[in-house]
């Protein structure tokens, strides 16, 4: 793929991806932060504000304050510039590859300018489940992470060599 191309593409879809997310955090912080219950969508869906103070499952949450968001702020960092390096890079990297790429930069993006703009916390409002089984609380950036990842592994698993 042309590198103009590729970067243009990696441009694109950076923007969308983490303005999906703050869109739907924002949304989150306006109407469900003051929301005295969770808003059930379907079932299995079930949306309510938190404000997680750590990283995934809440690893972290209990370190002081200080040290906490530094950790969770350099390590975001560092976790971006490995990808922005790895797609500058990545001289043949396939269109899916390139997605997938996209979406978990995305969602560390979309994470870190979260950890900046709220004291160090990420705005999480959405639970799925039925009945006692149910996953934490995440949002559109941690969905993003997952799905690049998979995309990503599989793509690599199913296609080790492929260029394009």
């Given at each position: ?65 200080g040290l906490r968001?530094?950790i969770h702020i ?91």
């Open positions: 793929m042309v590198d103009t191309l590729k970067y243009g593409i990696l441009v694109f879809l950076l923007f969308f991806f983490i303005g999906c997310d703050q869109l739907t955090k924002e949304f989150a912080r306006r109407e469900l932060s003051y929301a005295t219950a969770p808003v059930d969508v379907f079932g299995m869906v079930r949306l309510e504000y938190a404000e997680n103070a750590g990283s995934f499952m809440s690893i972290g949450a209990g370190l002081p304050d968001r530094t350099v390590s975001a960092i560092v976790v971006v510039i490995g990808f922005v390096l790895l797609l500058t890079y990545a001289y043949e990297i396939d269109r899916i590859r390139l997605i997938g790429f996209s979406l978990l930069l995305a969602g560390a993006c979309g994470n870190l300018v979260d950890r900046f703009n709220n004291h160090g916390r990420v705005i999480d409002f959405i639970v799925l489940g039925i009945g006692n089984l149910q996953t934490g609380v995440f949002n559109l950036a941690d969905v993003f992470i997952l799905t690049g990842l998979a995309i990503v592994l599989f793509r690599f698993r199913a296609h080790p060599q492929s260029p394009s």
